[in-house]
């Protein structure tokens, strides 16, 4: 734990939809009286003693008023942590004063973040202070990145052991998934296109893979961006909506792992919707769906109890060597994957972190490698997931 924080975890956002769940986990899991401090955090004390109340919260978890347009109250917040956990969104609009005062003072910190723009933005702006300050800022720690960021690591780690090379080419197919967008998602997206509409360069930074990749452009990355015939999966598959962030951060993950995955590195992300005439039906469906820029969900709103227990994903990797050899991992998790299982994950990361000081260096960094095996390993024991070798 950082030396004098009195606090383990502070969650802020406590009162929104997402941080609603990461406080009822976070109680569930490690209650009041365990190893773990941690605290409520928003702008409202009356909100947070409601939350509090309603989810039968120990009084002895503190309050915390913090609120994104005061950056004195969000520096005080951020000074007595050793980790800040935010689910305040879209971060390009409520985010940047959080990093830079974690990057300041040293506060380790995870968000949900699926916006690249601003995730470029923060890398140029606070990497140095971070690495002075030793605050290990992670980003994406949500289903966008964690799953298919560490299922890669996961894919590469076990090539490395049977193969002993690393896989130059990874596809990342989702087999399948259930769950509803929340408003929040919603705002991130809308955010990012009205940023993107307003300033043209950020279009080419957003279909650009090693956007969060400074100094380093790999090699010519596979489309993904259109429905195809997958010979290796012998399937269809469509485009896949977060496919533009996840691959952004396995590049970045490949960069701060020295290229561990190689210099050559190729991935892809797709959606796979099955064989025949009927899959690639359902693939041009799947690509032209718009309910993203339609829903009409706002933040603060999401699915119920119920469906996200109903939720849940399969994931498959499937890797080869440059010499023709091959490999495959699956990931899956246990509930809807927006809501459910990507507050298991933010939670148990924000554990994993102050957990393992020796994890990582201060910087700005993706899940894999400032986490690694050791957040797989708690994702399995506590949050529902699988990582399994499917064929050696």
Same mark, same amino acid.
């Given at each position: 734990?950082?030396?004098?924080?009195?606090?383990?975890?502070?969650?802020?956002?406590?009162? /929104?939809?997402?941080?609603?769940?990461?406080?009822?986990?976070?109680?569930?899991?490690?209650?009041?009286?365990?190893?773990?401090? $941690?605290?409520?955090?928003?702008?409202?004390?009356?909100?947070?003693?409601?939350?509090?109340?309603?989810?039968?919260?120990?009084?002895?978890?503190?309050?915390?008023?913090?609120?994104?347009?005061?950056?004195?109250?969000?520096?005080?917040?951020? +000074?007595?942590?050793?980790?800040?956990?935010?689910?305040?969104?879209?971060?390009?609009?409520? /985010?940047? %004063?959080?990093?830079?005062?974690?990057?300041?003072?040293?506060?380790?910190?995870?968000?949900?973040? /699926?916006?690249?723009? $601003?995730?470029?933005?923060?890398?140029?702006?606070?990497?140095?202070?971070?690495?002075?300050?030793?605050?290990?800022?992670?980003?994406?720690?949500?289903?966008?990145?964690?799953?298919?960021?560490?299922?890669?690591?996961?894919?590469?780690?076990?090539?490395?052991?049977?193969?002993?090379?690393?896989?130059?080419?990874?596809? !990342?197919?989702?087999?399948?998934?259930?769950?509803?967008?929340?408003? !929040?998602?919603?705002?991130?997206?809308?955010?990012?296109?009205?940023?993107?509409?307003?300033?043209?360069?950020?279009?080419?930074?957003? &279909?650009?893979?090693?956007?969060?990749?400074?100094?380093?452009? /790999?090699?010519?990355?596979?489309?993904?961006?259109?429905?195809?015939?997958?010979?290796?999966?012998?399937?269809?598959?469509?485009?896949?909506?977060?496919?533009?962030?996840?691959?952004?951060?396995?590049?970045?993950?490949?960069?701060?792992?020295?290229?561990?995955?190689?210099?050559?590195?190729?991935?892809?992300?797709?959606?796979?919707?099955?064989?025949?005439?009927?899959?690639?039906?359902?693939?041009?469906?799947?690509?032209?769906?718009?309910?993203?820029?339609?829903?009409?969900?706002?933040?603060? *709103?999401?699915?119920?109890?119920?469906?996200?227990?109903? !939720?849940?994903?399969?994931?498959?990797?499937?890797?080869?060597?440059?010499? !023709?050899?091959?490999?495959?991992?699956?990931?899956?998790?246990? &509930? %809807?994957?927006?809501?459910?299982?990507?507050?298991? &994950?933010?939670? +148990?990361?924000?554990?994993?972190?102050?957990?393992?000081?020796?994890?990582?260096?201060?910087?700005?960094?993706?899940?894999?490698?400032?986490?690694?095996?050791?957040?797989?390993?708690?994702?399995?024991?506590?949050?529902?997931?699988?990582?399994?070798? *499917?064929?050696?």
């Amino acid at each position: 734990m950082k030396k004098n924080r009195e606090i383990g975890v502070v969650v802020y956002g406590a009162t /929104g939809y997402t941080g609603k769940l990461v406080a009822e986990y976070l109680n569930n899991q490690y209650g009041a009286d365990g190893d773990v401090s $941690w605290a409520m955090a928003g702008r409202s004390i009356d909100k947070l003693e409601a939350v509090r109340d309603e989810l039968a919260i120990s009084p002895k978890v503190p309050l915390i008023v913090a609120d994104a347009s005061d950056p004195a109250s969000i520096r005080a917040m951020v +000074e007595r942590a050793a980790v800040v956990l935010t689910t305040v969104g879209p971060y390009q609009l409520y /985010g940047s %004063d959080l990093v830079a005062a974690c990057a300041e003072a040293g506060t380790d910190y995870v968000d949900l973040c /699926g916006e690249p723009n $601003w995730m470029e933005e923060m890398i140029n702006a606070h990497s140095d202070a971070a690495k002075a300050s030793g605050a290990r800022i992670v980003l994406s720690c949500g289903f966008d990145s964690i799953p298919f960021d560490l299922g890669v690591y996961f894919l590469q780690e076990k090539a490395q052991e049977l193969l002993g090379a690393p896989l130059s080419r990874v596809r !990342g197919r989702v087999c399948a998934m259930q769950g509803v967008w929340s408003g !929040g998602t919603l705002a991130s997206f809308r955010a990012t296109m009205a940023a993107a509409a307003k300033n043209p360069e950020l279009v080419a930074s957003l &279909m650009n893979p090693f956007a969060l990749t400074p100094g380093f452009t /790999g090699v010519e990355q596979p489309n993904g961006m259109k429905p195809m015939y997958d010979e290796v999966m012998e399937s269809w598959v469509a485009p896949f909506m977060m496919a533009t962030i996840n691959t952004k951060n396995i590049h970045r993950s490949n960069l701060l792992l020295n290229h561990r995955y190689g210099a050559d590195f190729a991935y892809d992300e797709m959606f796979v919707t099955g064989p025949g005439e009927q899959g690639e039906a359902m693939a041009k469906a799947v690509a032209e769906d718009k309910s993203m820029s339609t829903d009409t969900t706002q933040p603060g *709103e999401g699915p119920t109890r119920e469906q996200r227990e109903a !939720g849940f994903y399969d994931l498959l990797f499937v890797g080869h060597t440059a010499d !023709g050899k091959s490999l495959r991992v699956r990931v899956t998790g246990d &509930m %809807d994957p927006g809501y459910g299982s990507t507050s298991k &994950m933010i939670a +148990e990361s924000a554990i994993c972190l102050l957990k393992n000081p020796e994890a990582a260096a201060g910087g700005i960094w993706t899940p894999a490698p400032a986490m690694g095996s050791l957040l797989i390993d708690r994702l399995k024991r506590n949050a529902g997931l699988t990582f399994e070798v *499917e064929q050696a």
